[in-house]
């Protein structure tokens, strides 16, 4: 029964995040052909502020409604913890933000994008409710009703000449609102109507609602971690625009397959979370390094595949050929993405052991590490420097996780023999790709 829940929640979870990648790429399309005049410069802005924003948050505040979710009331707790500490320094950040990058533009689009940020957060907190109660189908649903009816809006503006970054930011908001409020309703519903056993077994569990004290010192210090992490990339970016600025596009050109690649890793993230919480919740046995060798052997194959296709995914991305040095850049980020899939196993057990101010000071350390190395790499090898350096970060973060768990030195050398055997291959197709 279990392993039909699981499937039906892959299932769920993969369309969703397949949709959501095509209404994405659509509507962006879309709007840079429609902006005009000041909005070029302040979009990619926007961009910028919403990755942080969406993506910093959600390891933070999810994975406390995950961690926690057993317990009863967790999301009114969390709604609680985001509305009266988050929402105000997340505006306060905003606004610095805007000030310091782009201090000439509306006053009024940079509201927007903050409020836009805020929603999605919103709609991000309500659908984990859902995730951590399993309730997979409806999450999907709602995902496709919600982006859905967001891509016909964009289209409709766009058919008629109004389109502008106003415009796509308060439609994203009241999409996000409309979201959010579906799946408030949506646990209701099956309380009332259809009385799920994994809903009541992960939402009305009859232990004591969590305070909000004991949400901060969790959710905060692992929402600052993902804040530092998610930073690296455009720390990247920034020593490669200073110091080899030809490599520029090859990188972020790089960087866009390893984001369409890294959807597997986003859907291991929606899934199974819930499934790994409730087992170590029960007491069952857990072996963490047998998980992680046996997503390394896994997640080899699927490194490759994304790796021998990089020509092709490229191709029908930029609509013509890679050069070498996107290609050689492409292999390199596809190793990071190969090693953030097994710190994530690693990640998630220190987080279900409320370990978050550990995993603050472990990103805090790697991204002085891969400042270090993009300062004394980027200058000679360009983005090869700069992938390098966050291979190092990413090994960093990995081992030392790997190594307070105390594995045997036989783990620890099977897990080391699978990434050489990754770096070794990898070297070997590309070398195959740049003979061809």
């Not at 039906?8 to 790429?25: E, R």
């Not at 609509?319 to 390199?332: C, D, H, M, R, V």
Request: proline share 4%; net charge positive.
């Amino acid at each position: 029964m279990q392993g039909a829940q699981l499937g039906k929640d892959i299932l769920s979870y993969a369309v969703a995040l397949a949709f959501n990648f095509l209404v994405q790429t659509v509507c962006l399309g879309l709007l840079w052909r429609s902006l005009k005049g000041s909005e070029t410069q302040i979009f990619p802005l926007v961009q910028v502020w919403l990755g942080l924003g969406v993506s910093t948050l959600e390891l933070g505040l999810s994975q406390a409604i995950l961690r926690f979710s057993r317990a009863g009331h967790v999301l009114k707790s969390i709604l609680r913890f985001w509305a009266l500490v988050l929402l105000p320094l997340s505006i306060l950040l905003g606004f610095l933000f805007y000030l310091i990058f782009s201090p000439n533009n509306s006053l009024y689009l940079i509201f927007l994008s903050i409020v836009a940020t805020s929603t999605y957060v919103f709609y991000t907190l309500c659908s984990t409710h859902l995730r951590s109660a399993r309730l997979s189908l409806p999450f999907l649903v709602i995902n496709l009703l919600k982006n859905g009816s967001l891509l016909i809006s964009l289209g409709l503006f766009y058919l008629q000449n109004k389109l502008s970054l106003d415009t796509w930011l308060l439609l994203l908001t009241g999409h996000n609102l409309l979201g959010a409020l579906l799946c408030l309703l949506t646990p209701r519903y099956y309380i009332k109507h259809k009385t799920t056993n994994s809903y009541k077994t992960n939402s009305a569990s009859p232990l004591a609602p969590v305070s909000l004290t004991e949400i901060m010192r969790f959710a905060l210090p692992l929402w600052l971690a993902n804040l530092v992490f998610t930073s690296e990339a455009y720390i990247d970016l920034a020593f490669i625009n200073s110091f080899f600025p030809q490599d520029l596009i090859p990188y972020r050109q790089a960087v866009e397959l390893s984001m369409i690649a890294g959807a597997l890793l986003q859907l291991i993230k929606l899934v199974l979370p819930p499934y790994l919480y409730e087992k170590l919740g029960k007491g069952e046995i857990f072996n963490l390094h047998k998980t992680v060798l046996s997503v390394s052997c896994w997640t080899l194959p699927a490194f490759w595949l994304f790796g021998i296709s990089s020509p092709l995914l490229l191709k029908l991305y930029l609509g013509k050929e890679p050069g070498p040095a996107t290609l050689s850049l492409s292999w390199i980020l596809l190793f990071v993405l190969f090693l953030q899939v097994q710190l994530f196993w690693l990640r998630t057990y220190q987080e279900y052991k409320k370990s978050s101010i550990l995993l603050l000071l472990i990103a805090l350390t790697a991204t002085v590490l891969n400042i270090l190395g993009n300062w004394l790499l980027v200058p000679s090898l360009g983005g090869a420097g700069a992938g390098l350096a966050a291979c190092a970060a990413s090994l960093f973060s990995l081992y030392y996780l790997w190594i307070i768990n105390r594995p045997s030195i036989w783990q620890t050398a099977f897990v080391l023999l699978i990434q050489v055997i990754a770096v070794l291959s990898g070297w070997f197709f590309y070398s195959l790709q740049e003979t061809l």
